[in-house]
């Protein structure tokens, strides 16, 4: 039987990928696979695991989050408006003149934006900077870095991550996105990646993979590492592109996806009609 607790984050992940479908329509365009992969770890980051006051963005106690694949920022608006950092009506100004939303995040723009991104790899480094600097004033605030599986193409990530490990920064929990495809296609067929896993921990890191669209199975990991000490922490999250909507899932070309036609806004429409009816508890998880 699956748990109140389980069937919430699950209802929340649904709620995300609803509004980052719903903004990215608006839009006419944008990163929708890469939004939809990680939609149930934003779930359990803001439904359960991160310390935040909405009411209060830049608390100096709160734990902070680096979405290092800042293309990704859609599902990041719609995980800040389910928290109520922002409402949920701003959503459908994605990337649209004078908005608080654009396309990649921007901490000077919208209320619960830790970390400027978008310019692949740098995150990493941002997230190091900031781990360092809230261990320097003893804060027990953690880290939440997400990385995208075609972003360990940057060399400054593995750069970055070697700081992290020599450091024992262990407040910074890495979350790596592995969906297998990036811009260009298929990352194997890019640069092959290999076992991300294996080279996080030839990197020192105490590393866990789990199913990156299981909530509970993210949640148990992230319990877990917390309780690591004197090591870096990383969890590999096995996803896929598009992940938990069909439509998206088996577009080969889901990266960026364009509402031009009928059909496609059509279809989209009957995703975001049955996305509403499970995150308002109308349909079953």
């Not at 790899?121 to 261990?135: E, F, H, P, V």
């Not at 997400?146 to 750069?159: F, H, K, M, R, S």
């Not at 496609?264 to 429409?269: F, G, Q």
């Amino acid at each position: 039987m699956i748990s109140t607790e389980t069937s919430e984050l699950t209802r929340l992940a649904a709620r995300i990928r609803y509004g980052a479908i719903k903004s990215i329509q608006a839009a006419g365009q944008g990163h929708i696979g890469g939004s939809l992969s990680i939609a149930d770890t934003l779930a359990v980051l803001y439904g359960k695991q991160m310390n935040i006051r909405p009411y209060e963005p830049h608390w100096a106690n709160r734990d902070w989050l680096v979405l290092s694949k800042g293309h990704a920022g859609p599902a990041l608006y719609s995980a800040l408006a389910a928290s109520g950092f922002i409402d949920d009506d701003v959503l459908t100004t994605l990337n649209q003149g004078g908005t608080t939303l654009p396309s990649h995040p921007d901490r000077n723009k919208t209320p619960g934006v830790d970390a400027t991104t978008g310019s692949l790899g740098q995150g990493t480094s941002q997230a190091a900077g900031i781990a360092t600097g809230l261990r320097q004033k003893k804060l027990e605030s953690y880290v939440y870095l997400i990385v995208g599986d075609g972003e360990l193409n940057e060399g400054q990530c593995w750069e970055a991550f070697q700081y992290i490990a020599s450091n024992k920064l262990n407040n910074c929990i890495v979350l790596i996105d592995n969906n297998k495809k990036q811009l260009d296609g298929w990352t194997d067929d890019i640069i092959q990646q290999f076992d991300i896993a294996d080279k996080m921990r030839a990197f020192g890191f105490v590393t866990v993979s789990v199913d990156g669209s299981d909530v509970k199975e993210i949640d148990a990991a992230i319990d877990y590492l917390k309780t690591v000490k004197d090591s870096a922490v990383c969890i590999v999250l096995d996803t896929v592109k598009g992940a938990g909507v069909e439509l998206f899932e088996k577009m080969a070309d889901n990266h960026s996806v364009k509402f031009n036609d009928k059909k496609i806004n059509d279809e989209t429409d009957r995703v975001l009609m049955n996305l509403e009816h499970v995150f308002k508890g109308e349909k079953d998880v």
